[in-house]
T-cell receptor, first 113, second 112 residues
């Protein structure tokens, strides 16, 4: 089954404790991206990747890191989480570009205390 | 002012009603227009995809794009309780990375 898999689904952590949210797709997609979704603000892009070793900032990259060492994986790293990073996070992928059909993961609800 | 404006609702309608969901935008370079549906606690899924102006129909769903007015719409005919979800419009320019810009989403409730 074609899918984007995110882990974990729920995560509670404390300020400053580094964490990684994993994302993997099995569709051989080139384009992958991370979004955060907050009430009243909608989906905002954090980072995106056009292919292996090619990443770029989205609208809200501060406080986040990403890497794309393999085509299928695109982890999101929070080196020193802060409470304002409490949000619902989605990973998404598409075949080549962001304007094509985006396949979204099921989301990761992160709470930073 | 955001590039894409979308009324968050909620929009509550009876089963069987025709639903109209809308977005306005300010960037005249947008060429690709999409509607995503998001159920509670799930990721968005693509519902409709349109390039440039015109209409596109898929079953009970019709997407319209009016580039002269910078206005897009999604119509749902014979709405069902299973249509209750948040509907997100998204649009992107032609060229480069084609990064989509999303609206905030409209919450739709279809009651039996």
């Amino acid at each position: 089954e074609a899918q984007v898999t995110q882990n974990p689904r729920y995560l509670i952590t404390v300020t400053g404790k580094k964490l990684t949210v994993t994302c993997s797709q099995n569709m051989n997609h080139e384009y992958m991206s991370w979004y955060r979704q907050d009430p009243g603000l909608g989906l905002r892009q954090i980072y995106y990747s056009m292919n292996v070793e090619v990443t770029d900032k989205g609208d809200v990259p501060e406080g986040y890191k990403v890497s794309r060492k393999e085509k299928r994986n695109f982890p999101l790293i929070l080196e020193s989480p802060s409470p304002n990073q409490t949000s619902l996070y989605f990973c998404a992928s598409s075949l080549y570009r962001g304007h094509e059909k985006l396949f979204f993961g099921s989301g990761t609800q992160l709470s930073v205390l | 002012q955001k590039e894409v404006e979308q009324d968050p609702g909620p929009l509550s309608v009876p089963e069987g009603a025709i639903v109209s969901l809308n977005c306005t935008y300010s960037n005249s370079a947008f060429q690709y227009f999409m509607w995503y549906r998001q159920y509670s606690r799930k990721g968005p899924e693509l519902l409709m995809y349109t390039y440039s102006s015109g209409n596109k129909e898929d079953g009970r769903f019709t997407a319209q794009v009016d580039k002269s007015s910078k206005y897009i719409s999604l119509f749902i005919r014979d709405s069902q309780p299973s249509d209750s979800a948040t509907y997100l419009c998204a649009m992107s320019e032609s060229g480069g990375s084609y990064i989509p810009t999303f609206g905030r989403g409209t919450s739709l409730i279809v009651h039996p």
